[in-house]
Each structure stands twice: as structure tokens, then as C-alpha cells.
């Protein structure tokens, strides 16, 4: 069945970087779009990226752009996100999830403390 | 960027009963609209794709209906495991955009 398993998390001082990456297996990892969600301490769910199935296409949200980025290596089935001059408010659960339209797959996440 | 509002913020229902939420969004959408499910601690899991249609090994007393800008997830009767958070999201614009949930706890 469909796995995805996020790893990278942890404390780490404002304006730090940080690389998430999300473990893939279970289906056909090239075919499909992927996504990063985060959830911060008590608070709802934030879309904050997406990379097409191949790579080629790429989406942020506001409050990430120019300082996250998105990848994936389809070689390995992994999916990632760089994460730079992170800042307090980025402190969340980091979800990576399966899908261009809806998320029919997610993984348990990975807490940032910044 | 669409805007997502969701009503109540938290809805009171006994077991076995119906309970019916809202989400309303700030654009047309058409029908690319999902919700999802999450309990403490857990990933959000989907019930609901294209406004209407149930995921895979979701129960038939889950049902979403609206198009547009107006949607609904009623639960028909309500059973202890669904007492969570919902979601609704769009996605229909960039960037994806969330509602703030609707929590539904035991009256």
C-alpha cells in the first residue's frame, strides 16, 4: 500500500536552514504530483508547496517563496524541501501528501521547532 | 488567493445524529473541492473529491454535496469514531487554499 514517510525535522535557530525529505513507496512515485502541507502548534492545515510528477512545474505559497524549495529525485522516490531562513511562524508539522488535485495520501509528518 | 470559511467552527452532536457542515468560498471553484478528516495526533485522511464523491473505503454516511462557491459534508449519523476535525480545500486556484475546520465533538 501507499507510504510516505517524512524525516528531517527538529530545533533549529531562526534564520537556519533545514532539508525535509519525504520517503516514498508503495506506488508508481514518477507519475504523481507532490505536496508539502504544515500544520503549526494547535492551528489548521497551510498548503505550502507542490512539484509537477516529473519535476518540471513548481508552486509556493506566500509565505515560503524564496525561501523554501521544493524537489524530488524520482530515482530514489524521495521528495524534499529546503527550507532557509526559517523563521519562528514556521514552526509546524510538516506533512508531505500525494496528488495534483486532492490528497488521497499522507504521511505522519515531521515537527519543525524554529 | 480563494479564501475558505467554514461554519460552524465547532458543531455539538450526539451519536446517531446528523450533522451537516459548511464550506463557502470566496471564488468559483466548480466542483474541485475535497475534504478531509483528521483526530488528534493523526494525518488528515480524504472523504471527499470533486465536491461529491467518496474516497476510497470511506463510509456511505459520509456524503459532500454543492458546486460553486457553496459546499457540504453531512455525516448522516454520527458514529464515536468521527468525533474530529474537518477540512474542506480547493483546489481549483493556486495556491491551495484550506478552510480553518470544523471541529465536531460529543454533545
Known amino acids: 500500500q501507499v507510504h510516505l514517510v517524512e524525516s528531517g525535522g527538529g530545533v533549529v535557530q531562526p534564520g537556519r536552514s533545514l532539508r525535509l525529505s519525504c520517503a516514498a513507496s508503495g506506488f508508481t512515485f514518477n507519475t504523481y504530483a507532490m505536496h508539502w502541507v504544515r500544520q503549526a502548534p494547535g492551528k489548521g492545515l497551510e498548503w505550502v508547496a507542490i512539484?509537477?510528477?516529473?519535476?518540471?512545474?513548481?508552486y509556493y505559497a506566500d509565505s515560503v517563496k524564496g525561501r523554501f524549495t521544493i524537489s524530488r529525485d524520482n530515482s530514489k522516490n524521495t521528495l524534499y524541501l529546503q527550507m532557509n531562513g526559517l523563521r519562528v511562524d514556521d514552526t509546524a508539522v510538516y506533512y508531505c501528501?500525494?496528488?495534483?488535485?486532492?490528497?488521497?495520501?499522507w504521511g505522519r509528518g515531521t515537527l519543525v521547532t524554529v | 488567493e480563494i479564501v475558505m470559511t467554514q461554519s460552524p467552527a465547532t458543531l455539538s452532536v450526539s451519536p446517531g445524529e446528523r450533522a451537516t457542515l459548511s464550506c463557502r468560498v470566496s471564488q468559483i471553484i466548480y466542483n474541485n473541492l475535497a475534504w478531509y478528516q483528521q483526530k488528534p495526533g493523526q494525518a488528515p485522511r480524504l472523504l471527499i473529491y470533486g465536491a461529491s464523491t467518496r474516497a476510497t473505503n470511506i463510509p456511505a454516511r459520509f456524503s459532500g454535496s454543492g458546486s460553486g462557491t457553496e459546499f457540504t459534508l453531512t455525516i448522516s449519523s454520527l458514529q464515536s469514531e468521527d468525533f474530529a476535525v474537518y477540512y474542506c480545500?480547493?483546489?481549483?486556484?493556486?495556491?491551495?487554499?484550506f478552510g480553518q475546520g470544523t471541529k465536531v465533538e460529543i454533545k
Open positions: 480545500q480547493q483546489y481549483n486556484n493556486w495556491p491551495r487554499t
Open positions: 501528501a500525494r496528488g495534483l488535485g486532492q490528497h488521497d495520501s
Open positions: 512539484i509537477w510528477y516529473d519535476g518540471s512545474n513548481t
